[in-house]
């Protein structure tokens, strides 16, 4: 198999690009190297190319050219597909190419974007606005609509997925007035996957398209807090979309799929685990703790005087633990007709 893992940030603040870029050449290099040690049976893979949805008067507004490569099942076409978008630490092999080349095997498609890599950047580990939930949501819709335009994949079963960050993704475009935002209404994903998505700031919306959603949660989360989730995912549920699925994986930190025999603490990492911020449909963010309206515009400087927190433990997943979620997370897809 030949994939590269290129990775990426924000083109809102080009001044911190370079202190993130990396070298094109040499990743491609590894990338060639890992990749074909990895993969257990051939699949084709392809490079493809794409334009971000564009939402005018919002920090989405320019035409971003996306990157990014397409794992095709080696079934019988139309196949069912799903979107990956990328956790803040990037694309990784680990993680992103993992899912792909493992939903490939099960007979579906898979697009990972490189929402990070396609606007110069690696990641957003350390400095969350470098990309923002929306204009990765917005690189997730976009992939959507090149697969629907694909004959090779099915429309009405095209799914989206992601971890972290993209879990979060993988959340917000399951919401009625975010799709609204996006202005989105040609078109929806047939089923969400968010594994150890942010729970702590959201919409005050409860409103789905209906279509099924599996949260995939990490017991001894400290970065983005299983609890909170398993309280969201119960509300959408009371809301009306009785296809709302959760498991909380036993003894799990956040993003399991990196294996090792413990997790380890990164002390700089940007932990938003601490803040409670409900946004309402008209986008106005108010704090829980006070009632009080964020500035518009200024969340972020609201957010770290006031609840983001420096520091956090991850990894140190089993082979057992990501073979049996791997296991539910495509039995859960297939429920749901893919």
Request: hydrophobic share 40%; with cysteine; proline share 4%.
């Amino acid at each position: 198999m030949v994939v590269s893992t290129i990775d990426a940030g924000d083109p809102s603040r080009p001044s911190r690009r370079s202190a993130y870029r990396l070298g094109w050449k040499s990743l491609l290099a590894a990338s060639l190297l890992i990749g074909s040690a990895m993969t257990a049976s051939p699949m084709t893979v392809e490079s493809v190319t794409f334009t971000t949805n564009i939402v005018a008067n919002t920090t989405n507004d320019r035409p971003i050219e996306l990157r990014a490569r397409l794992f095709l099942p080696t079934g019988p076409a139309p196949s069912p597909a799903v979107v990956i978008t990328p956790s803040s630490a990037g694309i990784r092999f680990e993680r992103e190419i993992y899912y792909a080349e493992e939903l490939a095997q099960a007979g579906i498609g898979a697009l990972v974007i490189d929402s990070f890599g396609s606007r110069g950047l690696s990641n957003s580990v350390f400095d969350q606005t470098l990309l923002t939930r929306w204009e990765a949501a917005n690189d997730a819709i976009a992939g959507l609509r090149w697969l629907y335009g694909d004959r090779r994949f099915k429309g009405d079963r095209i799914g989206v997925l992601g971890v972290s960050k993209g879990g979060i993704v993988a959340l917000d475009t399951a919401l009625t007035v975010r799709r609204g935002w996006m202005r989105i209404t040609d078109m929806a994903f047939a089923a969400h996957v968010a594994i150890v998505p942010g729970c702590t700031w959201v919409n005050s919306s409860v409103s789905t398209t209906g279509a099924p959603i599996f949260f995939m949660l990490a017991e001894l989360d400290d970065v983005t807090p299983a609890k909170a989730c398993v309280e969201r995912a119960q509300k959408l549920k009371e809301a009306g979309n009785d296809r709302i699925e959760f498991k909380v994986y036993k003894g799990a930190h956040h993003a399991w799929e990196s294996l090792g025999q413990r997790p380890f603490f990164n002390s700089k990492m940007e932990n938003f685990s601490k803040c409670r911020v409900t946004q309402r449909d008209d986008a106005a963010m108010i704090s829980i703790s006070d009632g009080k309206l964020i500035p518009r515009g200024r969340w972020y400087e609201w957010a770290k005087q006031s609840c983001v927190t420096r520091g956090g433990h991850c990894c140190g997943g089993s082979p057992e633990l990501k073979r049996q979620a791997t296991t539910d997370m495509i039995a859960f897809l297939k429920r749901s007709g893919f």
